[in-house]
């Protein structure tokens, strides 16, 4: 079951499809796939977590590529808004993460790690929502935080 729920290592396979599907929005999007954009965006899909502009511009530069902080953070920019990447704002920042469809999150208490998850809500908890509310809810995102057992 927890297997099902836990998406935070993306499998090779998945981290093939799910980059090409990337590729395939920002040209849907009108983005041009620039190699800058390209290479942000497979740090992303390989690392599979969530990280700062910061964080990518460094492993870029651990990569010997040469692309200025302003650059990247641009670029992380333009494919949030265009509905390629998440972002998520943390009172120490934004963190961007791989995946644009709605998910949940489970923020780990002890070391500040973001997990992704797919969580479903009992269909009958939705209506009572709904009911009680007055919406027709067309998705949610859950914020969990925990601490290791
Ligand atoms: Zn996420």
Not at 40 to 62: K, P, T, Y
Not at 123 to 134: F, K, P, R, W, Y
Request: glycine content about 8%; proline content about 3%.
């Amino acid at each position: 079951m927890t297997e099902t729920l836990l998406a935070t290592a993306v499998r090779p396979s998945a981290f093939k499809a799910g980059l090409e599907e990337a590729f395939r929005l920002c040209r849907q999007q009108g983005l041009r796939l620039s190699q800058q954009r390209k290479l942000v965006l497979e740090i992303l899909w390989r690392s599979g977590d969530h990280l700062s502009a910061r964080d990518i511009f460094e492993q870029l530069n651990a990569d010997g590529r040469r692309i200025g902080h302003t650059s990247v953070y641009q670029n992380l920019e333009s494919l949030h808004s265009h509905g390629v990447i998440e972002c998520l704002e943390k009172a120490t920042g934004r963190l961007y993460g791989h995946r644009a469809d709605p998910h949940s999150h489970i923020t780990c208490l002890a070391s500040g790690t973001i997990q992704d998850l797919d969580i479903q809500l009992p269909a009958e908890l939705l209506e009572q929502i709904e009911a009680s509310t007055g919406y027709k809810i067309e998705s949610y995102r859950l914020h969990l935080q925990g601490r290791p057992r």
